[in-house]
């Protein structure tokens, strides 16, 4: 068993939170009585973590306070992203802890990365963004660099991820963005819209005179200009949001299920059968096919934060997370081991550090990984 800084570290976590395996108990013994270098290490971080009270703060830690520390070190230089439930929750909450001392950082700095196999997938060529227009033309749009498309109905540009147009079709398009992406698009009257990851959204590139109507299908932000001549629908295979000037997120990834997430102003989300729920700023509209609405507060980074390349869970179900995680990454993941499908995680994604996700399930959940072809098995 290697004696790297990182493993020090790692089993060191496991040793304050009680999660070491007796096997791994014997070893970090016998590396203390003969191995120098190792007694050091473990000496420095037993240090740290008595000056930090780190034993007094493992019993009070819980999974919720956990992600709160993992939110809290999201804009720091150092994250980790996933933090395992129970005892495996605190071991991932003291390494935040650890890690915001900065006494350790060197530590986590030389962390070995997982192999560059998991990038190199991640970086492999991805289904493009589309915008299938009415008439039945495909266009791929550019994610980065500045483009000029002149069409014979209208006039793309598309520049960082977003696109804007010009035209006076009325006709319904459909953007298209794929598992792995997100994309910005800006309507005629100005509203602005941000679609997450496997989202269509059906649109025209000119409203009629009276209403405001879009579909979509999968996850999308609105920031709805104001035009109190033409209320502004969005309707979903199972609901409609109608407002005037509003900013809100809208959920349909589970099936049976529409969340409507009100971020300001005020909207009315019904079902076709006629049941109506308005909503007031922080309220959360949850409506499932078999009971119907009910209402409940939504903490506002957690709902919006796949705007900026990151993903919130708690308690979340492994087998959800993993179906989440191939949403977000545009890569496949296959559970090896059905066992560990009820195993729930807290913590967050982050779209450009796939090695990070991956090496912080292996330390903090005991799960391995193996990327081949084109998905990733955990086991």
Request: charged share 20%.
């Amino acid at each position: 068993m290697e004696t790297s800084q990182e493993k020090i570290f790692e089993l060191y976590i496991q040793h304050l939170s009680g999660t070491l395996s007796a096997e791994e108990e014997s070893y970090v013994q016998q590396q203390l009585q003969n191995d120098p270098a190792f007694y050091a290490e473990w000496q420095l971080l037993s240090k740290e973590a008595a000056n930090m009270h780190a034993g007094d703060y493992l019993q009070r830690i819980d999974s919720s306070a956990s992600l709160e520390q993992v939110k809290q070190q999201r804009e720091r230089p150092v994250t980790r992203p996933v933090i395992a439930m129970k005892r495996v929750a605190a071991a991932a909450a003291v390494a935040v802890l650890l890690i915001g001392s900065g006494a350790v950082f060197f530590l986590v700095n030389k962390r070995h990365q997982a192999p560059l196999t998991a990038n190199a997938l991640l970086r492999q060529a991805k289904e493009p963004v589309k915008l299938v227009l009415g008439q039945g033309q495909t266009v791929v749009l550019g994610d980065t660099t500045h483009q000029t498309i002149a069409l014979n109905n209208a006039t793309l540009n598309t520049s960082q991820g977003a696109l804007q147009y010009t035209s006076a079709d009325t006709m319904l398009n459909t953007l298209e963005v794929p598992v792995g992406e997100t994309y910005k698009l800006v309507l005629s009257d100005g509203t602005e819209v941000w679609l997450n990851a496997a989202t269509k959204l059906r649109f025209p590139f000119m409203f009629g005179q009276s209403t405001r109507e879009v579909y979509v299908e999968g996850e999308a932000y609105f920031s709805v200009a104001k035009d109190v001549r033409r209320p502004f629908i969005v309707r979903t295979a199972l609901t409609q949001v109608q407002v005037l000037g509003t900013a809100f997120n809208i959920n349909t990834y589970q099936a049976g299920m529409v969340k409507t997430s009100l971020v300001s102003g005020k909207v009315v989300t019904s079902a076709k059968g006629g049941a109506q729920q308005a909503l007031s700023p922080g309220i959360q509209a949850n409506y499932d096919a078999n009971a119907g609405f009910t209402t409940s507060h939504f903490d506002e980074e957690e709902v919006l934060s796949w705007r900026d390349g990151v993903y919130y869970y708690h308690h979340m179900p492994l087998v959800a997370l993993l179906s989440a995680a191939s949403r977000f990454y545009g890569v496949r993941f296959v559970l090896d081991q059905e066992k560990m499908a009820g195993k729930s995680v807290t913590g967050l994604m982050d779209r450009k550090r796939l090695d990070d996700f991956l090496s912080d399930l292996k330390t903090t959940a005991h799960i391995d990984y193996q990327v081949a072809g084109n998905e990733i098995t955990l086991r």
